[in-house]
């Protein structure tokens, strides 16, 4: 596949300068980004990368789950090469998760606008509604429905960890589009993203070329105990929610290092109800989040979890009410894309290897339904959704490099 492209190369000041420029809407005091998905601010960064995107000249879309994506004519009409990745972040964001799939996107259109290259197929550059899926689940929302694995209507109702709707929000920042989901298809699709891990650092290599994404499950229990007072009630007498989630916690932990290899287990959200000093919690609501390479892993781990909850909860008398919040397993990206990458980054002189996403990714929405893969470039000490999220420049340019050589290769494919 690997044609003799144009030696185009990318501009990393006008790249970090975009870069920095939407890091500075939702920047938090004490540094990081916090732009959850269908806030205030993810609208204001919206309007920001849709304005740049038609000073591209790019003919912007929007469908009616506020995905975004602008078009660069090819010599043909027909299905676009597609960039893509998301702009809203967690709370304890920083500045490239996402953003930089994206603004490299903009960054390879504006190389060749500036080449005056006349691509094959078109070339687009697309960011996806509620990546994170932190307000709102699942994650991956808009590209689910962009791509028809969740369905529209379920999207739009649903209510966030804060009582909103999404249908309500997404109006409130005016990307409620007229576009009809799964009404594009890509010819291929590309994302250049943060590794989001310590692999690349540690093994001193420049560019991941990734081979897929992990399976994902996400659940949230609400366990119901008794309320009482902390200090007349027996330790004999007492239903206390508190105890159970504790106890998950820890279980899973310990399922994660009885799979060991890639499971991994996190109960990242927590909260009792009435949450006071003195009041045997009466609720504890938390969250699960397993992840494994392995899809009949990762479903023993699910049972291995549920079970240990059961048996915490049955032990305190509590009940417990189980709701699935995203489920997806495991994805392969397409091998011919994947070479692609690991080519193109050898062309420009990096190290590259070949590695999963433990993250989960818009791009893995898009696997099954057109040829699909991930760039990875190192993230400093392995960080990300932490505000001390860091790539240098130079890590940067490189990977974008990639980027454009790969999507400029295939949108001029026979
Ligand atoms: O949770 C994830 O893997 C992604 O950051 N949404
Ligand atoms: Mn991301
Ligand atoms: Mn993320």
Redesign the pocket.
């Known amino acids: 596949m690997m044609k003799t492209v144009p030696n185009i190369r990318i501009d990393i000041d006008r790249l970090m300068n975009r870069i920095e420029a939407l890091g500075r809407i939702g920047a938090m005091p004490g540094g990081g980004v916090c732009r959850l998905a269908l806030t205030r601010e993810d609208g204001e960064g919206r309007n920001l990368v849709t304005g740049w995107m038609r000073e591209l000249g790019l003919a912007v879309s929007i469908d009616r789950i506020g995905n975004v994506w602008g078009v660069r004519a090819g010599e043909q009409d027909g299905p676009p090469v597609m960039i893509g990745s998301h702009i809203d972040t967690?709370a304890t964001g920083g500045l490239y998760?996402g953003n930089l799939g994206v603004l490299a996107g903009l960054e390879v259109v504006t190389c060749l606008n500036d080449a005056g290259i006349a691509t094959r197929y078109p070339v687009a550059v697309a960011f996806f509604t509620n990546?994170?899926?932190?307000r709102f689940a699942p994650?991956?929302m808009g590209s689910a429905v962009h791509q028809g694995s969740l369905a529209l209507d379920t999207a739009l109702a649903t209510v966030g960890i804060d009582g909103a709707c999404v249908a309500d929000d997404l109006a409130a920042i005016g990307y409620a589009g007229d576009v009809e989901p799964e009404s594009l298809c890509p010819r291929a699709f590309l994302e250049l993203h943060v590794e989001?891990g310590p692999v690349l650092e540690r093994e001193g290599v420049a560019i991941g070329a990734v081979t897929g994404v992990q399976g994902?499950s996400w659940t949230e229990y609400t366990v119901s105990g008794i309320s009482n007072h902390a200090g007349t009630t027996p330790m004999a007498m007492r239903c206390d929610a508190g105890v159970v989630a504790a106890k998950a916690i820890v279980a899973a932990r310990e399922t994660a290092a009885h799979l060991g290899g890639s499971q991994v287990a996190t109960v990242g959200a927590l909260r009792f109800e009435p949450g006071l000093v003195n009041v045997v919690p009466q609720t504890a609501v938390f969250t699960a989040?397993l992840?494994n390479t392995d899809e009949a892993l990762l479903r023993e781990a699910e049972r291995l979890v549920e079970e240990a909850i059961q048996e915490a909860a049955h032990a305190e008398g509590a009940t417990v009410a189980a709701r699935k919040l995203a489920r997806f397993e495991p994805v392969a990206f397409d091998d011919r894309l994947v070479s692609l990458i690991e080519d193109c980054a050898v062309r420009q002189g990096n190290s590259v290897k070949r590695m999963p996403s433990?993250?989960?990714?818009d791009a893995q929405m898009f696997a099954p339904n057109c040829p699909t893969a991930m760039i990875f470039v190192p993230s400093r000490d392995g960080l990300?959704?932490n505000i001390r999220e860091y790539t240098p420049p130079e890590q940067i340019r490189a990977g974008a490099q990639v980027l454009l050589d790969a999507a400029l290769a295939l949108a001029s494919a026979d």
């Open positions: 967690v998760d990546e994170e899926g932190s994650d991956m989001q994902i989040d992840r433990g993250a989960g990714h990300s959704h």
